[in-house]
């Protein structure tokens, strides 16, 4: 909904005339109702649901065989759906044929027709439309415009690069205005380089068309940057839904903190407010107040919201979970990398006593401690450098708190 | 001990003429002997002869029933080569490939005996053509060669044509159908394009098959001079009876250019 408001108040200096006519509906451009789907035996999707709001866009994100191509082929009406339903603007379309649905599939691989020229493929809709020759061109050459393919109309799929076929593709389905765009893995078959350019390009065209899409995608970086929304799809359901922000920094599940991003991961109890975790207690009274007292819980934070000091003075906004020893050191491009070993089985430092005193683990003799994770930015790891076996403070400045079911159909 | 490449002596590829030089002599007792055996004989005394023998009455009846009745045995398997390749490939159901094994099967049949089997169904005493009255008898008609024609060479034109489908990217046609086009849209705009160089290969084939088609037409035609008499039948009849040889030669001379 953010991005949707975002995006409506931009779109004064924008060309928005590929946008649907129905502007008006009630914001939502397409819907999945409770989903399942089985191939045979195995079962793939299972009571999935979300919303598409208009000029939305929303990536499917999971791995491959979490069932997000079978959504979108759903979605598109290329297979059927065992239950549920598909709404596209308020209708019913579970029923209808592919190509009675009008909605516009961008295949990974491009699936362009290679006997037709650029400007044919782009104009394939309206002509199986019957639309009068004077609106096809007009409309060819408006799309071949907004794509930037000008020097391209007249030639063969086949002389393209990659990123032009796809321009291309996308060009295609908007000439006869989809009610949604489906992109199934839009990036998959094209180098890095290029996949970070296109993606970009992509996303300021759909700002400017202002067509309601979903990607698909297993890359999480792709995920962040295209989704207003994120639908993170785990083993055939729904783990998370919400924007980029939410799925990242508040992780509902495991899964969902541990797939998007690096996550570290410790088992503990919550009580009185705190998480306890061996003798390490973590002040966490809003995050453990869902529990109750005594109750099983996983501590998930990512390695950059791990504060490190060599004295007992943590950052501001930032809270003491215990000890540890510096176990590693590693240098990865953009910030540096540290394994830490947490001292979880010594009792708490009293308040009055030397920060460091009772850390005794990782002696040369016996490496104890449960490793974690934590990254610092460049600047900061230049500033103050750490070394192996140093003595730290550790702290946490965001983290979330889950429930730990051990069995999976306490769910 | 080491052996010496032979590969790239002072940067002259070795292998190259080697190979093209082997496959050459290969080829030249096996087939281009007896193609140009044919040409020799048939012009040996002078293309005088040639054309006339080449333009005699029955001569030509016998060439262009050849190349009508391979006509239609080539239209109708293209047609029906690319309906059933695509019901095969895309549809799957309880003994597809048995389907496709038996389709294959005649390739495997002597054409004589393809023939034969056509007489007994056909056939005046056959099992469906026992049903026919006299004058719908169609064994030993053009149409009998047209049958049997069809028999022999469908394998060939569906066995171009499939492997294309197969290999054929199924999202291509779910594009099409996703940008609104129906199916009949979708085959016609989309995929036939695709299938044009297996269409014109298969349909070559099929055709060059056809007109040179001898053990299955021979007993189904009857091979009634100026009737249902083929191109191949001259041949053979001129020199077996060997009354004159140079008759035989032009048409399969023509046979053998046009394929």
Known sequence: ?411 | MKLPAIRHVRGFDVARPLSIGAMLGIMLPLVLLPLLSIFIFGTSKGLGVFWSSLVAPEAVFALKLSIVTSFWATAFNVLFGLFAAYVLSRYDFWGRNAVIVTISLPTAIPTAVAGFSLLLLWGKYGMIGRYFSEDQQIMFTPFAIILANIFVTFPLAFGVIKPVFDTMSRSLEEASATIGATRWQTFWHVTLPSLRGAIVSGALLTFARAVGEFGSTILVSGNLAGRTQTAPFISLRNSTKAKSKRQMRSPSCWLCSHS
């Open chain 1, 1 to 411: 909904m953010i991005a949707k408001m975002k995006l409506a108040s931009d779109s004064g200096q924008l060309d928005v005339s590929w946008a649907p006519d129905r502007e008006k509906s009630s914001g939502v451009a397409a819907s999945v109702r409770g989903i399942s789907k089985r191939f045979k035996k195995a079962k793939v999707l299972e009571d999935v649901s979300f919303d598409v709001a208009e000029g939305e866009s929303l990536v499917l994100l999971g791995a491959s065989g979490s069932g997000k191509t079978t959504i979108l082929r759903i979605i598109a009406g290329l297979e059927q759906p065992d239950s549920g339903y598909v709404i596209l603007h308020g209708k019913d379309v579970t029923d209808l044929p592919a190509r009675e649905r009008g909605v516009g599939v961008i295949f990974q691989s491009y699936a362009l027709f290679p006997r037709m020229t650029v400007e044919k493929n782009i104009g394939y809709g309206l002509k199986i439309r019957h639309r009068p020759r004077k609106e096809r061109r007009e409309t060819v050459d408006r799309l071949i415009e907004l794509v930037q393919l000008e020097k391209h109309r007249k030639k063969y799929p086949w002389q393209l690069s990659g990123g032009q076929q796809q321009r291309v593709a996308i060009a295609r389905t908007l000439a006869y205005k989809p009610q949604v765009l489906l992109f199934d893995e839009p990036f998959g078959a094209l180098d890095a380089q290029t996949r970070v350019h296109l993606r970009r390009e992509i996303r300021a065209l759909l700002r400017q068309v202002r067509v309601p899409s979903v990607f698909i995608t297993h890359d999480q970086e792709e995920a962040l940057e295209l989704g207003d929304r994120i639908a993170v799809l785990n083993d055939g359901h729904l783990e998370q839904i919400g924007t980029p922000d939410e799925v990242y920094n508040h992780p509902e599940t495991e899964f969902v903190a541990t797939f998007l991003g690096a996550a570290n991961l410790l088992l503990g109890v919550a009580t009185q407010g705190t998480v306890e975790i061996g003798t390490a207690k973590l002040p966490a009274e809003k995050e453990t107040r869902r529990f109750r007292e005594g109750q099983s819980v996983k501590l998930v934070f990512r390695p950059e919201d791990v504060c490190i000091s060599k004295d007992a003075n943590l950052p501001e906004g930032c809270r003491r979970l215990t000890n540890g020893v510096i176990q590693e050191v590693d240098f990865v491009g953009a910030y540096q990398r540290l394994t830490v070993r947490l001292d979880l089985t010594h009792r708490q430092q009293p308040e009055d006593e030397a920060p460091l005193y009772q850390v005794t683990i990782n002696t040369p003799e016996r490496m104890t401690g449960v490793p974690i994770m934590v990254t610092r930015p460049k600047p900061e790891a230049n500033a103050l450098r750490y070394k192996t076996g140093d003595r730290v403070a550790i702290g946490l400045t965001s983290f979330s708190v889950l429930p730990n079911y051990t069995l999976v159909k306490n769910r």
